[in-house]
């Protein structure tokens, strides 16, 4: 099996949603290894989002190709983009879209929940209570977000982000919302989970 997960080729998105006309990515040929680690920096408004929307398949590109595993994303049906999105990749985001009303071990299995409705309800909450002992969150299981600090809630986003077991975990500026520490404690996080 090739070691190679994702490629975009000659990948643009432009934007004329606003009337104007927004070059913002021209031409990313980009390659992807399984088990590594990439991160992506650049100026605000370079185009890392808009990079990660469309790989994530969140948003289509105007131009180019998106390969999973050799597999065009554009053109995938609707359910193997569902596939694609619930088991294949995981979000976590700079502000971590938790459930307000739901618990940290409820949010994270969220995501199983989805992918399988009827699936056994013990395993999940087992594996979503194994998850979070690995992020170092075993004692705020029944924690709400609001109870929750900062770096916990972003720990608990990884937790969700993971519960399907994803080949690719995208993160757009999961720390950037956390102090100096936390935001430390995240990314070593991040590099022990590959
Ligand atoms: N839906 C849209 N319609 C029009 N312009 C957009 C849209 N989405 C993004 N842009 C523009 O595209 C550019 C790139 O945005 P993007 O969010 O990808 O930047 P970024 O590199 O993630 O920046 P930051 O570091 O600030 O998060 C910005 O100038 C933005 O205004
Ligand atoms: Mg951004």
Not at 4 to 33: N, P
Not at 52 to 62: E, I, R
Not at 74 to 79: L, P, R
Not at 173 to 188: C, F, M, T
Request: proline share 3%.
């Amino acid at each position: 099996m090739s070691n190679l997960l994702l490629e975009t080729k000659a990948l643009t998105r432009i934007f004329s949603e606003t009337g104007e006309r927004l070059e913002i990515l021209k031409g990313v040929d980009f390659q992807l290894q399984r088990n590594e680690f990439c991160v992506l920096t650049g100026a605000s408004g370079s185009g890392k989002s808009t990079f990660l929307n469309l790989v994530g398949a969140l948003d289509t590109p105007t131009s180019g190709e998106i390969l999973f595993e050799g597999k065009n994303l554009g053109k995938m049906n609707s359910f193997e983009k569902d596939e694609y999105h619930s088991k294949k990749v995981g979000f976590v985001f700079q502000f971590h879209h938790l459930l307000a009303e739901f618990t940290a071990l409820e949010n994270v299995c969220v995501p199983a929940r989805i992918l399988n409705p009827h699936g056994n309800l013990k395993e999940v909450r087992s594996r979503a209570e194994e998850l979070l002992e690995r992020v170092g969150l075993k004692d705020r299981l029944k924690h709400l977000p609001r109870e929750l600090s900062g770096g916990e809630r972003q720990r608990v986003a990884v937790a969700r982000a993971l519960m399907n077991n994803p080949d690719i975990v995208f993160a757009d500026e999961p720390s950037g919302n956390l102090d100096e520490k936390n935001a430390r404690l995240l990314n070593e996080l991040f590099k022990q989970i590959n």
